[in-house]
Every structure is written in structure tokens, then in C-alpha cells.
């Protein structure tokens, strides 16, 4: 048995307010503590999109009522609401897990398209508070700009590109304040799903996900520079198996319950130190998104123990994983947070309501 703290998560989508068929902060933070993660960040293209006061409340009611772990809630930046240092809305990025710019269109209404709509954000944001971007290619390119412009910290979400960590990798030698994340389904599978055929199924609607799985050569190149990436995050993106599987499937997979087992596996491969996993999935993180301690916090996990991943004893209410009968090594099998067992062998123990709000 192994010991790990308790493991945060920096990019989920929990879809509430607006989308609670596919995932809600009941089903979506037992997902995540069934993972071994006690701390979710969740992101604000819901519907509506959380962009002001009033749809911040929207979702910070809701998962006081409902979560099962601990959570922050992004904002997100959009066309209008770009005085974060005025009037009513100089409160809310104290309130918010951190800023959410879409600068690559992806699910949901929320996307900035002209630069001169970032600017103001970037200006206006307080600098010790996050900003995360959704920017692919060229435009991390122009992210990376923007934070040695502004001279502040800038995430970038989801890396998926060999160019992509070879960019960060320059940047951060040259001082710009930019950190990364990259998901395990960008580290896992590639467009060409080499190596593994098709076990999973997965159909071109199943594989829709973005950034878009990229080649081989990508992938290799991230396993190949781990040393620039901060965090590994989930980015759980929940989409019913029938939406999935429909003439417009949207972008997405789950991953909350596959992210832990699937590193694990890759530390039982020697591909990855297990210091390397608790650094990406807690010391890093915490820091990079200024979160509080959880005192008396661990997770318990059966290094030796081996299973096939099964959507159907998975918590996400989407009912189907990328990674369907993948053989991992790895099981958690006890999550305690703050003092209480909050999961254990199967069962959440965590009520509804349990979880705080990182930034009360
Ligand atoms: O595949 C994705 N799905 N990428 C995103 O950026 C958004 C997400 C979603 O919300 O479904
Ligand atoms: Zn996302």
C-alpha cells in the first residue's frame, strides 16, 4: 500500500448550471474521489457560461449543496466583462478558482477571437490570481506573448504538440511566467491509435476531443520533455455515450477516474517516478493555483493490485471511458479528507455538501 496527499485536479467540467444529464457536482466529485482527487478546479463553459456574479453563484450554490470533495469555480473571460478591477466586479476574481480565457474554439458559447478583446483581461486581472488559457499552436504562441508582455503568470491548459512543449521549454528558460498541463489522453493515445488497435471502440464521434489527439512523434515528444510540464490534469470532459456516438458528437472524454491508474501503471513501467506524479498532481498545482492546505488528507492506493478499467463501475455519468478495458495497475482504495474516510473500496462515504469552496 501506498501513501499519496490528496491529489488535485486543475481542469474539470462539471456541467452545472445547464448540462446535469451529462455530469453535475454530485456525480462529478465522486468521480474525482474515486480517482484519488480531493480537490477539483471546474471550468466555466457551462450553460450559461459563468462569467459575472450572478452565474458564479449559479455554480458555487450548487456545488455547496452537492459536492462530495473539495472544488474552486473559473471564471471565464468573455467579450464584456473585462473590468475586473471596477465597480461590481472587483470582488469576483478573489471568489473564483481563476480566469478561463478560450482563445481556440472548442464546446460552449465562450471564445475571445481579436487580441485586442485579451488585452484587457490580462491588464485588468489581479496577478495573483490564475489565468488559464485554452490556446493551441500559434495561438500558445501568442498566449506565451502576452504573459512576458503583461509580465504576469499565464497556464496554458492541455498541451498536446511537440512544438507546443518545446516553446514552453524556451520560454521558461527565458524567464516568462508561463506553466503547462498536459492530460492523459494527449499522453496515452495518439490520432492513429498506435499501438493499441481499436480495443476501445473508439469510433471517430468517441475520439472527437480537443485539443484534437495528435501524432505519435507529439506524444513522444511529451513523454520525452516531462520535466517542462507542471501538472497532469484530467481535463474530465463528461459527454453521454449516446451524444458521443451521434451525427454531432461534441468534444470531449471523461477522465477523473482513469487519470491515477493510468500514471500508476506508468510508474510500474518505470516511465515516470512516482515523486515526478505527486509533484504534477499536488505539489505543483497547489502552488501554481494558490490553494489551501487539506489538512489530514491522504489517499490510500494497492500499488500491486491490477484491473481493466470498466466505465460501467465508473461514477461520471457519462456511462463509457477512452480507456475501456485497458489493463492499469493501481487501485485506490481509500481516500481520507480533512479527518473523514471520504471513499473507500468502492464506496463514496463523503456526503453531498462535504466539500468546501478552496477560496472561502
Ligand atoms: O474536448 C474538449 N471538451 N475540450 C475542451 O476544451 C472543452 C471540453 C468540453 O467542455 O467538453
Ligand atoms: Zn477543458
Redesign the pocket.
Known amino acids: 500500500m501506498i501513501k499519496l496527499p490528496g491529489l488535485i485536479d486543475p481542469h474539470v ?1 462539471l456541467r452545472e448550471p445547464g448540462a446535469t444529464h451529462k455530469e453535475d457536482f454530485d456525480s462529478g466529485t465522486s468521480a474525482a474521489l474515486a480517482g484519488g482527487i480531493t480537490l477539483v478546479l471546474a ?1 466555466p ?1 457551462t450553460k450559461p457560461p459563468i462569467f459575472d456574479a450572478d452565474t458564479l453563484d449559479l455554480a458555487l450554490d450548487a456545488a455547496k449543496q452537492k459536492a462530495h470533495c473539495d472544488y474552486g469555480q473559473f471564471v471565464g473571460a468573455g467579450p464584456d466583462n473585462a473590468d475586473w478591477n471596477e465597480g461590481k466586479r472587483k470582488a469576483l476574481p478573489q471568489r473564483a478558482a481563476g480566469l478561463k480565457m ?1 482563445l481556440d474554439s ?3 458559447e465562450l471564445r475571445l477571437d481579436d487580441m485586442s478583446l485579451w488585452m484587457p483581461h490580462f491588464e485588468n486581472y489581479p496577478k495573483n490570481m490564475p489565468i488559464v488559457a ?1 490556446s493551441e499552436s500559434r495561438t500558445m504562441a501568442a498566449a506565451i506573448l502576452f504573459a512576458a508582455i503583461y509580465d504576469r503568470p499565464v497556464h496554458i ?2 498541451i498536446s504538440l511537440k512544438e507546443e512543449v518545446l516553446l514552453i521549454k524556451a520560454a521558461k528558460e527565458r524567464g516568462i511566467k508561463v506553466t503547462c498541463e498536459v492530460c492523459p489522453h494527449h499522453l496515452f493515445l495518439d490520432k492513429d491509435l498506435t499501438g493499441f488497435g481499436n480495443l476501445s471502440g473508439l469510433t471517430p464521434g468517441r475520439m ?4 484534437r489527439l495528435a501524432t505519435q512523434n507529439d506524444v513522444d515528444a511529451l513523454w520525452a520533455n516531462l520535466d517542462v510540464i507542471d501538472c497532469f490534469a484530467t ?1 474530465h ?3 453521454t455515450i449516446e451524444e458521443k456516438d451521434s451525427d454531432n458528437p ?4 471523461p477522465g477523473l477516474e482513469t487519470i491515477l491508474p493510468l500514471l500508476l501503471t506508468a510508474v510500474s513501467e518505470s516511465r515516470l517516478t512516482l515523486p515526478d506524479l505527486i509533484q504534477k498532481m499536488y505539489t505543483n498545482p497547489k502552488k501554481i493555483f494558490n490553494l489551501p492546505d487539506q489538512p489530514e488528507t491522504w489517499v490510500e492506493v494497492d500499488e500491486d493490485q491490477t484491473y481493466e478499467i470498466k466505465a460501467a463501475e465508473q461514477f461520471t455519468r457519462c456511462n463509457w471511458t477512452p480507456f475501456e478495458g485497458w489493463k492499469v495497475k493501481g487501485k485506490v482504495r481509500k481516500v481520507v479528507l480533512r479527518g473523514k474516510t471520504a471513499f473507500e473500496d468502492g464506496k463514496i462515504l463523503a456526503p453531498a455538501g462535504y466539500g468546501r469552496n478552496v477560496r472561502d
Open positions: 467540467h471550468m463553459n478560450y472548442t464546446f460552449g485554452h491548459a492541455h472527437e476531443v480537443r485539443p481535463d470532459a463528461p459527454h461534441p468534444p470531449g472524454f
